[in-house]
Nanobody, 123 residues
Framework: QVQLVESGGGLVQAGGSLRLACTAS????????MGWFRQAPGKEREFVAT????????KYADSVKGRFTISRDNAKNTVYLQMNSLKPEDTAVYYC????????????????WGQGTQVTVSS
């Protein structure tokens, strides 16, 4: 089993920045890809960003390209999401996920999920 714990969420004004972190523990050898998803009230969970184990492959949702950056520190079993130029529509609960195989935008391909961290962007 793998446990994922997110941190770094909070309240920020539009145009501001936040950095989310997600640290894995347990059988950390059992996953390769790590990604971020988000879910706003009344909406379905949506893909944000994902990265391969060595960071050679990254994917981003069109809505966050150029504003968000995913990175990971495998020595710390941690993945980060740097979020800049935040907009009110970025308000959501952000979830970290881990899985195997190639980086994918499909949440069904991820085996492990964190509890989520709230990000609120005020206008």
């Amino acid at each position: 089993q793998v446990q994922l714990v997110e941190s770094g969420g909070g309240l920020v004004q539009a145009g501001g920045s936040l950095r989310l972190a997600c640290t894995a523990s347990g059988h950390t050898f059992s996953y390769s890809i790590m990604g971020w998803f988000r879910q706003a009230p009344g909406k379905e969970r949506e893909f944000v960003a994902t990265m391969s184990r060595v960071g050679t492959i990254t994917k981003y949702a069109d809505s966050v390209k150029g504003r968000f950056t995913i990175s990971r520190d495998n020595a710390k079993n941690t993945v980060y999401l740097q979020m800049n130029s935040l907009k009110p529509e970025d308000t959501a609960v952000y979830y970290c996920a881990a899985g195997v195989g190639a980086p994918t935008i499909d949440p069904d391909d991820y085996n492990y999920w964190g509890q989520g961290t709230q990000v609120t962007v005020s206008s």
